[in-house]
């Protein structure tokens, strides 16, 4: 469960290793002579109020009938092409901002030797700790950092195993001419206000040295013939989480306080609460493919891979799963008040690709499809919060733009509640985002069973996106039934009505707000309306003239087409309406097939996915294979290119789905086993119903399934050993009473007990 290298950094995005704690994120190169550690705070955003123009995409002038035109021509033509529908009903953007950097911290190595001994420079994810080390003139030089949540800081300390060796200089810089930097105390103080929109921000690094000399010098620290020294860093600024100003206090009092408590504390201390934090939440899961680590480092490793059977492979490929994980938790923690965005936490810029924002039509959904299921539900947290915040301001965009009830929000969006549209062609319009969004809300509910969340902070939301829709579906003349109109199926085509995957968002928003509000007993006019409306909506799951799923209503589909989307599939996976075995499936696996392997970073993770819920495992691991063989840097960053970090969570969101599946009540234990995993076990995975899941398994047949429950009722376990014959115990070895029916065994279960189904032929001797 270690990256390491054995020379320093000197790329940003495909070398250098990330730590973060969620709100704070870093990224260490591991230099000799000069040590950078490029960090980040997650609010630290231009745009917004305060910057010149913001209008939330809103349309800054009423353009009356401007949709129903659209949806004229569409009625008349069939289709529209997306320029044409963007002069309509788009506008340029104003003010929408970007992520920005915090800033370096440079540490200035003075004599530092060309060529040091036995450098090696890593990062333990069980612990999430980054290291760095080297022997140089008989003298051994250690450094370590870690981004602590308990306390909110960024610690690092520097040691020699010979006293007086520690010597450096302590400098910031950043590409923004807007702050000042000072050093009193021992203390970097790093302040400023964002020119575009007035935001305040402030860092302060403290240097604790033990022996020697420190000096403050101006805008610098100089730390001379120390035995050790730590650094302590907090940074923050005053945004707020608050429509419509987004503005809080300011960030100097709390940032203070946190580098003041961090700086009383012993190093040590401070470094065992982060690692029993982070562990309470990694070790939480962990899978065996039977790999074996050898002795290279990890960008040799990555780039001697095959995807073939192989040790090595395994090893790699189960390093892959648990990165996913540990970069969730560094990038997203509870006590955030954003979600990851498409880089995290970690951004080196002023302008990076695509603001480093949040795309709704696929890419922050994707960050948190690992979170339920592999057993990190807090770090979804800031996502639930986010999405929540988002209802404010898109109430007045379905109000003004659409006429509409609810609340809404288009292709992406910001911290400062951009609801609206822009007028890039392929990527302007999906009222549809606010639906999908609102997915994992529902889905968190299916996964806890907690109907106090659902009720107090679940359905709200839910209910406003699909209240939204109850009043902006159109009549479609071709048949009757009621459909999206425009509709864009994401990046690709012509603007139609209809599009497979709107159809399919709109209909699952539709019945999540349906069954929560009959869960809850609530709203009998609003289950009504949303009743008689879902039975006159088109599903969007059409079979074509080539037996594939149609991305359309019309058939439009070309056997060609090799598009990075496949939206269409999207009641495969993230939905599961389509399930294994009906013609809506086999027509997926054709336009699949059809689609291809290739794609960009994320769009292969979402293909593991697909494969996965097809319960092809073959599939699935050539698609895992062909995103790390072409798709993953030598940190072990998905690549769109440039770097996107959706494509590490969707990679270990489909790793999961292939070892545990969960829907209608039926938890599926190894229902995507690859012939490549040919001995395993996994720890942790998490079903819908509140259960918790081991399993292992032996030249690919299951060996034992272990569920812990966490309510006390009904449980169904579904596994290819179970027709074979098995039994059921709990933990104290009493027969369960299961009943067996084909592959799925059903039994009463008790509330924080753990049942383990043994294979029985298995276990017996040949």
């Known amino acids: 469960m270690t ?5 320093p950094a000197t790329d940003w995005e495909t070398q250098a290793l990330p730590i973060g704690n969620g709100p704070l994120g870093a990224m260490v190169f591991g230099g000799v002579d000069r040590e950078r550690i490029q960090f980040n705070e997650k609010t630290l955003w231009t745009g917004g109020p305060g910057s010149p123009g913001y209008d ?62 036995g450098y090696r420079r890593e990062l333990s994810l069980r612990e999430a700790v980054a290291r760095v080390g080297y022997r140089a003139g008989g003298v051994r030089h250690s450094r370590e950092y870690f981004a602590g949540n308990p306390g909110g800081v960024i610690a690092g300390r520097l040691t020699a195993d010979r006293p007086g060796q520690v010597s450096f200089t302590l400098s910031h810089t950043s590409p923004r001419d807007d702050k000042t930097v000072t050093a009193a105390g021992g203390r970097l103080t790093v302040r400023g206000r964002l020119r575009d929109n007035g935001l305040v921000f402030e860092a302060q690094v403290q240097v604790v040295a033990r022996g020697g000399t420190r000096t403050d010098a101006g805008d610098r620290i100089i730390v001379t013939g120390a035995d050790s020294a730590v650094l302590v860093l907090s940074a923050g600024t005053d945004y707020a989480d608050t429509y419509p100003a987004y503005r809080g206090e300011d960030p100097h009092a709390r940032v203070t306080a946190a580098v003041d408590a961090a700086a009383a504390t012993p190093y040590d201390e401070l470094r065992r609460a982060h690692v029993a934090d982070h562990r309470e939440l990694f070790d939480r899961v962990a899978l065996d493919l039977g790999g074996v680590v050898p002795p ?27 990165y996913g994980r540990y970069l969730l938790i560094a990038s997203s923690r509870e006590n955030d008040l954003l979600p990851a965005n498409l880089q995290g936490v970690w951004n080196a810029s002023t302008a990076p690709p695509w603001s480093a924002d949040y795309h709704v039509n696929i890419n922050l959904q ?62 302007f319009w999906f009222p549809e985002a606010a639906a999908w969004i609102t997915q994992h809300l529902y889905d968190t509910y299916r996964f806890t069973g907690d109907e106090a969340y659902l009720r107090e902070t679940a ?6 996106a699909a209240e939204f829709w109850l009043d902006f579906l159109h009549t479609d003349p071709r048949d009757g039934t009621l459909v999206v109109s425009p509709s864009y199926s994401p990046e690709h085509g012509d603007f139609s009505a209809g599009a497979a995957m709107s159809q399919q968002i709109v209909g699952e928003v539709l019945a999540n707000a349906l069954a929560a509000a009959r869960t809850l007993g609530v709203d009998a006019g609003f289950q009504a309306e949303a009743g008689a409306v879902l039975a006159r909506l088109d599903p969007g799951l059409r079979v074509g003239s080539w037996g594939q799923l149609q991305e359309w209503k019309s058939d439009w589909d070309a056997r060609d087409d090799t598009h990075r989307h496949v939206s269409h599939l999207y009641a495969l996976h993230p939905g599961d309406r389509i399930r294994p075995g009906t013609p809506e499936a086999e027509a997926a696996e054709v336009s699949l097939a059809a689609r291809g392997d290739g794609g960009t970073g994320w769009s292969k993770a979402w293909k593991i996915n697909f494969w996965a819920r097809l319960l092809d495992g073959d599939h699935a691991h050539r698609m895992l294979a062909e995103q790390l063989r072409g798709s993953t840097l030598d ?50 995975l998490r079903a819908h119903g509140d259960v ?28 290819s050993f179970v027709a074979g014959g098995c039994r059921v115990h709990d933990e104290q070895g009493r027969e369960a009473g299961a009943r067996r029916d084909g592959d799925t065994l059903t039994w009463t279960a008790r509330a924080g007990a753990a049942y383990t189904i043994r294979n029985e032929p298995a276990a017996s001797p040949a």
Do not use: C
Request: aromatic share 10%.
């Open 56 to 117: 939330s995409g809103n349309w800054r002038s009423p353009r009356p009938g401007a949709i129903a035109e659209v949806r004229r021509r569409i009625d008349r033509d069939g289709r529209m092409p997306p320029d044409a529908v963007a002069a309509e009903l788009g506008q340029a953007r104003s003010g929408y901002g970007a992520y920005q950097t915090f800033g370096d911290l440079f540490l200035d190595f003075p004599g530092a030797p060309a060529a040091p001994e």
């Open 459 to 464: 359905y709200p939301v839910i209910k406003g």
């Open 635 to 684: 940190n072990l960053w998905d690549t769109h290119p440039p770097f996107q970090i959706d494509g590490n969570f969707g990679a270990t969101s489909g790793i999961a789905e292939m070892l545990v599946q969960s829907r209608d009540g039926v938890v599926h234990v190894l229902p995507a086993l690859p012939r490549a995993w040919r001995d395993g076990s996994v720890r942790g």
């Open 296 to 322: 290279v480092p990890t960008d040799r490793l990555r780039g001697s891979y095959t995807g073939g059977p192989s040790a090595a492979d395994r090893a790699l490929e189960a390093l892959f799963f648990a």
């Open 3 to 7: 990256l390491w290298y054995d020379e």
């Open 366 to 427: 994707m960050n948190y499809w690992l979170a339920e299921r592999t057993n990190l539900h807090e770090s979804a947290k800031p996502y639930v919060r986010y999405v929540a915040a988002l209802a404010e301001p898109g109430r007045r965009t379905a109000r003004d733009m659409y006429g509409a009830r609810g609340w809404v929000v288009n292709n992406e969006t910001t911290p400062f509640g951009f609801t609206g549209v822009h007028d890039w062609p392929t990527a």
């Open 692 to 719: 918790t899941v081991d399993a292992t398994w032996r030249d690919g047949v299951p060996g034992t399934v272990t569920v812990r429950t966490g309510r006390t009722g009904p449980v169904r376990v579904r596994s």
